[in-house]
């Protein structure tokens, strides 16, 4: 079975829409999302559209990410995102008040955590970690920490985002831990979209991450015109990413 993992789209629709071409392309069979689905992109309300419609369509497994969670409890992040990272906040702000109810509620009630089986292998779907939604799994941790995140799961692969750099682990107990990048705000030299095929055969598979190309300055275009101070700043890093958070 070949399966496509995608996070972190943030609202950039015009990425989305490239990577969902590429996917059915690939004939993936079934998407695995892992979240972060709207703030600080060009077509927030759109993007979550899309992956709702996949979603109900069962077409989709979804996850709950940070920033979903920010934007259905907004009232709980919103003063503390502002006076941390203030452009950010400011996303969040606009995205909140663009955001269709029902949308927002469909968010505040994603699943923060998803097992599941394909294939005879077991698989831990998390934004973060397996401890936090908001810990970041990157390329420049000791094995050693790594190993501590998932001490708490026996699933054989874990996928996460969150960090929106794509990487790769295998622990001592043999679990593969693979970060799968970031679909709309990737942070590395290369700004192309990210996600990850894999292909599952009888309880083996096949792991390799994708990048796409999209139109970057269209997307860049769209989110600097929107209604919040700081949305050219962040519609400059899609084009030369630099800084996770403004």
């Known amino acids: 079975m070949k399966v496509a993992v995608i996070s972190d789209i943030h609202g950039n629709m015009q ?19 892992l ?8 077509e927030p309300v759109r993007a979550i559209q899309a992956i709702k419609k996949l979603y109900d369509e069962d077409k989709l497994e979804l996850i709950q990410g940070n920033t979903d969670e920010m934007i259905g409890s ?6 503390e995102v502002k006076s941390k990272f203030p452009i950010m906040g400011n ?34 779907l998390v934004h973060g970690s397996p401890r936090s939604n908001s810990e970041n799994i990157s390329p420049d941790l000791p094995i050693e920490k790594v190993e501590e995140m998932i001490a708490q799961t026996d699933a054989e692969v874990i996928f996460c985002g969150h960090t929106h750099i794509p990487c790769g682990y295998q622990a001592r107990t043999k679990q593969t831990v693979i970060n799968v990048g970031s679909v709309g705000r990737p942070f590395t030299p290369n700004p192309q979209a990210c996600y990850v ?43 030369r990413p630099e800084v996770r958070h403004l």
């Open 74 to 79: 907004y009232a709980e992040f919103g003063e």
């Open 35 to 42: 979240g972060d689905l709207a703030m600080a992109g060009s």
């Open 197 to 239: 095929i894999v292909n599952f055969f009888h309880g083996t598979f096949e792991i390799s991450h994708k990048f796409i190309d999209y139109d970057k300055q269209k997307a860049a275009k769209i989110l600097a015109k929107r209604d919040f101070t700081g949305s050219d700043k962040l519609a400059q890093i899609l084009i």
């Open 15 to 33: 990425a989305l829409e490239v990577v969902l071409v590429d996917i059915e392309k690939e004939k993936c069979e079934k998407i695995l999302c």
């Open 91 to 124: 996303a969040l702000e606009n995205d909140v008040q663009i955001i269709p109810e029902d949308l927002k509620i469909f968010l505040k009630n994603l699943p923060k955590q998803l097992e599941l089986g394909i294939e005879g292998v077991k698989i831990l």
